[in-house]
T-cell receptor
Framework: QKEVEQNSGPLSVPEGAIASLNCTYS??????FFWYRQYSGKSPELIMS????GDKEDGRFTAQLNKASQYVSLLIRDSQPSDSATYLC????????????FGRGTSLIVHP | NAGVTQTPKFQVLKTGQSMTLQCAQD?????MYWYRQDPGMGLRLIYY???????DKGEVPNGYNVSRLNKREFSLRLESAAPSQTSVYFC????????????FGSGTRLTVV
């Protein structure tokens, strides 16, 4: 059974700090990795995708992937109260059913 | 560009009633999906359609049926609603069977009493 694990949180950080969100996965053939942001009462929104080992930066967001250790992380620099949301990690394998596996999400609270 | 449109946004049903949730996408995506999201359970896949003309069961298909009406539209039907189907339902679509991520609709909040 493919599993994607996230700490449910809440992770509380002060405004301006770096928020670090982590995700581990069990399926070694996973190829594509995604981070979604979900505000309370809203639908998930894709904010980052990463496909190869290393870092990928997009504005204040950096996704980090380490396939050998089977983890993917999301760093949010200069965190803002508007970043307060639940962040979902999703892992996708090429081949097979083509259906990604979602983690249950980490709640992030950025306090002023 | 509307993306993925779901209707209705809210619905209250009595036990045993039926209803259809509608979903349409305008991004020319091949694949479409129905998820439910419950507190503490995360997103659970109900059914998906990898391409027009095909549908497959996901993790929690019991009590639901789907129809891929055409490339744009994918509907979810509850034939006899039960309180256990109280949930938030999301439709999503993707290119290449999800390899580049999903675009989600805004959701339907369903309550079965």
């Amino acid at each position: 059974q493919k599993e994607v694990e996230q700490n449910s949180g809440p992770l509380s950080v002060p405004e301006g700090a770096i928020a670090s969100l982590n995700c581990t996965y069990s399926d070694r053939v996973s190829q594509s990795f995604f981070w979604y942001r979900q505000y309370s009462g809203k639908s998930p929104e894709l904010i980052m995708s990463i496909y190869s080992n290393g870092d990928k930066e997009d504005g204040r967001f950096t996704a980090q992937l380490n396939k050998a250790s089977q983890y993917v992380s999301l760093l949010i620099r200069d965190s803002q109260p508007s970043d307060s949301a639940t962040y979902l990690c999703a892992v996708h394998a090429s081949g097979g059913s083509y259906i990604p596996t979602f983690g249950r999400g980490t709640s992030l609270i950025v306090h002023p | 560009n509307a993306g993925v449109t779901q209707t209705p946004k809210f619905q209250v049903l009595k036990t045993g009633q039926s209803m259809t949730l509608q979903c349409a996408q305008d991004m020319n995506h091949n694949s479409m999906y129905w998820y439910r999201q419950d507190p503490g359970m995360g997103l659970r896949l109900i059914y998906y359609s990898a391409s027009e003309g095909t549908t497959d069961k996901g993790e929690v298909p019991n009590g639901y049926n789907v129809s891929r009406l055409n490339k744009r539209e994918f509907s979810l039907r509850l034939e006899s609603a039960a309180p256990s189907q109280t949930s938030v339902y999301f439709c999503a679509s993707s290119e290449d069977r999800g390899a580049y991520g999903y675009t989600f609709g805004s959701g339907t909040r369903l309550t079965v009493v």
